[in-house]
T-cell receptor
Framework: DQQVKQNSPSLSVQEGRISILNCDYTNSMFDYFLWYKKYPAEGPTFLISISSIKDKNEDGRFTVFLNKSAKHLSLHIVPSQPGDSAVYFCAASSGGGSNYKLTFGKGTLLTVNP | DAGVIQSPRHEVTEMGQEVTLRCKPISGHDYLFWYRQTMMRGLELLIYFNNNVPIDDSGMPEDRFSAKMPNASFSTLKIQPSEPRDSAVYFC???????????FGPGTRLLVL
């Protein structure tokens, strides 16, 4: 049972336009969310995160939005650049206790065309 | 720092053979994580350690999989005997703490024939 779902396996956008990557989760205990970016033959690298006490977090061209009632988050990249072409993983965790772990989605392949 | 180091980068083996994957975390990181990436299941956590002690191994698929961390700078993930369905990319990651950013190694691509 996938607790973190990225329903779009791939997304293609033009350079300069906005890229919107979506993620849904089912576990209401999740309260911390992250996006990781992965290039071929490399490990994932952390991109941006958001706590459940916020609904938006921004870092340069990257903004993550969280809609807790809908159990949905999205990553916006504006403007998109060819170097942003990668697989993007959404991840979630629940705080508290002594057990900590990230649950990842399957990823969305973003292709930014020049 | 060189980052998280994994070896080998690629491994091809035959069904039934023992496979050992190795990881050197970033110095000073107290948490070490082993993940597996497949097309069907995506990126899933297998096991993680805190200060060399296994904390949660609920993601380990079956008894054929075992992981150890004999010291703060080295961990192994062993599959014995290996099966074709174990073919995947295995990532090791480390972090300073449970809420700190996890830094991933480049992964080991395993193919079991």
């Amino acid at each position: 049972d996938q607790q973190v779902k990225q329903n779009s396996p791939s997304l293609s956008v033009q350079e300069g336009r906005i890229s919107i990557l979506n993620c849904d989760y089912t576990n209401s205990m999740f309260d911390y969310f992250l996006w990781y970016k992965k290039y071929p033959a490399e490990g994932p690298t952390f991109l941006i995160s958001i706590s459940s006490i916020k609904d938006k977090n921004e870092d340069g061209r990257f903004t993550v939005f969280l809609n807790k009632s809908a159990k949905h988050l999205s990553l916006h990249i504006v403007p998109s650049q060819p170097g942003d072409s990668a697989v993007y993983f959404c991840a979630a965790s629940s705080g508290g206790g002594s057990n900590y772990k990230l649950t990842f989605g399957k990823g969305t392949l973003l292709t930014v065309n020049p | 720092d060189a980052g998280v180091i994994q070896s080998p980068r690629h491994e091809v083996t035959e069904m039934g053979q023992e496979v050992t994957l190795r990881c050197k975390p970033i110095s000073g990181h107290d948490y070490l994580f082993w993940y597996r990436q497949t097309m069907m299941r995506g990126l899933e956590l297998l096991i993680y350690f805190n200060n060399n002690v296994p904390i949660d191994d609920s993601g380990m698929p079956e008894d054929r999989f075992s992981a150890k961390m004999p010291n703060a700078s080295f961990s192994t993930l062993k599959i014995q005997p290996s099966e074709p369905r174990d073919s995947a990319v295995y990532f090791c990651a480390s972090s300073y703490g449970p809420w700190e950013t996890q830094y991933f190694g480049p992964g080991t691509r395993l193919l079991v024939l």
